[in-house]
């Protein structure tokens, strides 16, 4: 699969732009666990303009994450060029349109899924960054507004027409939220598309290896791009990747992969190392605000028994031995289990 120039290789895995979630810190770990493609938290085009350092702060980038993504959002046509501009100016492979984004502060304002209901103001957008900047522009949207417009077939058509380079749907419409299942049948059916040329990535209730595999099986798309499922568990990719490489159908050889994994043990050295990346490139107390909420949703702490006020104590936690010494005494329960 390709992006402009870009080859991401066979059936590639992609990490969704979150906000408070993607910080550099944790696109490197994912990035070293098998994410062909990480994005930056996503970033308003007006605060772009503004110059307003926490969201400038949000764009930079590290050439060992490469290839990544910067994506905006905004409702303006000259403010939405103007940012695209300015995103450039620091080298992303990427410029994605964040037209997906179902929250009331985003979407009420007109921005993000709020434009699934202002289709032609979508695509000048679209169109005005697309003629604006060299770097490759793709889009990332969701099914419709509700269930009662389902437009993606045709607004793919249209955005391609625009001259995006890639489109990511997420499937459900903006009235789901996060809530119900992804229909996954209808990226299915726009990758099908004889008139579609441009990669389509499928988004949304990717969280198994197995549900990874089975997007590129019975789905078609060309990547997958996983979000909510990464929370504290950047080694995910490897997970899938190993799924994936199992089968020569999947991974584009000739012959299967075998994979090692990762023990308990590892996987909180991973948390820990992702701690002191954070603290190191930005200081102990913001550090531990970008880390502290994966140490609490990872998943490897599920069996430990009464883990509510252990993860209680991991969001309340302001020092980096504070949090070491948790994760040491969750590695000493675990080991006994």
């Known amino acids: ?24 810190g944790f696109r490197m770990l994912c990035k070293r666990f098998g ?32 290839p990544v993504g910067i994506q905006i959002y905004g409702k303006d046509v000259d403010a939405m060029v103007e940012a695209a501009k300015i995103v450039e100016e620091v080298h992303p492979d990427v410029i994605d349109l964040n037209f997906g984004c179902p929250v009331k502060k985003v979407a009420s304002k007109g921005a993000g899924a709020g434009l699934l209901k202002n289709i032609p103001l979508m695509l000048d957008i679209t169109r005005e960054v697309v003629k604006a900047v060299n ?16 437009i993606i077939t045709e607004l793919a058509e249209q955005l391609q027409d625009c001259g995006i380079q890639a489109l990511t749907i997420h499937g459900r419409t903006r009235s789901q939220m996060y809530t119900g299942n992804a229909d996954w049948s209808l990226i299915g059916e726009i990758k099908r598309n004889p008139r579609i040329h441009i990669p389509i990535i499928g988004n949304g209730d990717i969280t198994t290896p197995e549900q990874a595999q089975e997007a590129f099986s019975k789905y078609g798309v060309d ?17 899938m990747r190993e799924k994936l490489d199992e089968s020569p159908a999947m991974n584009g050889s000739s012959e299967s992969k075998k994979a090692v994994p990762l023990t308990l043990d590892d996987k909180i050295d991973i948390l820990e190392e992702q701690l002191r990346i954070n603290v190191e490139r930005i200081d ?7 880390t502290r909420r994966h140490l ?7 069996g430990i028994p009464d883990f509510r006020q ?10 980096v ?9 969750c590695r000493k329960r675990l080991s006994g289990m």
Not at 52 to 60: D, N, Q
Not at 310 to 319: E, Q, V, Y
């Open 1 to 24: 699969m390709k992006i402009g120039n870009i080859d991401f290789g066979y059936h590639p895995l992609f990490l969704a732009p979150m906000e408070d979630v993607t910080d550099i």
């Open 35 to 66: 994410a062909a493609m990480v994005y930056t938290e996503f970033v308003s085009a007006d605060a772009i303009i503004r110059s307003i350092k926490s969201t400038l702060s949000k764009m930079v980038i590290d050439d060992e994450e490469r």
């Open 135 to 150: 770097t490759p522009v793709t889009a990332k949207t969701r099914l419709g507004w509700d269930c009662n417009n389902l």
């Open 223 to 239: 990547a997958v791009m996983v979000g909510r499922a990464t929370f504290g568990c950047p080694w995910i990719f490897k997970e």
């Open 284 to 290: 102990e107390y913001r550090g531990i605000l970008h």
């Open 296 to 302: 609490a949703a990872s998943p490897i702490f599920k």
């Open 310 to 319: 252990t993860r209680i104590a991991m969001l309340r936690a302001t020092t």
């Open 321 to 329: 031995e504070e949090l070491m010494n948790i994760l040491e005494e």
